[in-house]
């Protein structure tokens, strides 16, 4: 489904109000809550509606599990451009979740290590009951999650090697394409694919072409995103700009 907002902020405040629905559902069950959650510009204004919540509306996300898809690699956790700063600082730091209940690729393991690490970030999703409701961005190559072109459907957590669009993407961030990671840990297609509700979000011009290719599109690995169609219950969650190229 293609849910389409006149505004970021609009679409945002949805997908934020359905996940505190989903939190506070679960706490009434007494349960826990699995969120599978992304790092970039577009999930921000999510996490800022999340803190919100929690600060005025008594939403607590004490129950809260979390996975997120991706980290550099190598990469410190305490560097700027961390995925494990990223998260604290825009979400984590400001509500009250437990710190053991937050999961995210370890930029740090030795890469001798890294395919048994993957496999127990599987095993740990897997543990924590599998993942409700799976947050994503979209990347100009058409990757979900750190999954560039080429990405098999039924890929896991791994190792693997950005596109060079990707990392032009990312070098205003690193001080420049020579210094930007050439790896990441991603979670795969298939990890993706087994969460519950995919909820994608694109906003802005610059992702209406990629947007088009991948809601219009066929299933392909050149465009990762188009593995989404095979899912029962994903929503493209686009501003007006990001769904401007669409029919
Ligand atoms: C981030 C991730 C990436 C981003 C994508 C879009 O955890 O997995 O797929 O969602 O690169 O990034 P932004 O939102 O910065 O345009």
Known sequence: ?????????????????????????????????????A????PVRVYR?????HREENLSMKNV?????????????????SYVRFMNEQLFDHVDISP????????????????????????????????????????????????EPGSEQASTT???RLCEITRT?????????????QLAITMGVGTILRSRRIRLLAFGEHKSAIVERSVQGAIS?????????DHGNVEFVLDSAAASKLN
């Open 158 to 160: 791994r190792l693997v």
């Open 65 to 81: 599990v979390t996975f997120n898809l991706d980290e550099y690699f190598p990469m410190k956790p305490n560097a700027a451009q």
């Open 1 to 37: 489904a293609v849910r389409v907002f006149g505004e970021a902020a609009d679409a945002s405040n949805s997908v934020a109000a359905e996940i505190a629905s989903l939190i506070r559902q679960r706490a009434d069950d007494g349960e826990q809550c699995i969120l599978g959650l």
């Open 169 to 181: 993407d990312a070098a205003k961030d690193f001080g420049g394409l020579e210094k930007t990671p």
């Open 49 to 53: 509606e999340l803190i919100r919540l």
């Open 100 to 147: 053991d209940n937050i999961h995210i690729p370890d930029g740090t393991v030795t890469p001798d290590r890294v395919t048994e690490y993957c496999q127990q970030y599987e095993d740990a999703i897997d543990t924590a009951g599998g993942i409700d409701l799976q947050l994503l961005g979209i990347g100009r190559t058409g990757h979900v999650g750190f999954n």
């Open 221 to 229: 690995d050149s465009v990762p995103a188009t593995y989404l169609h």
């Open 39 to 42: 790092t970039g510009s577009t």
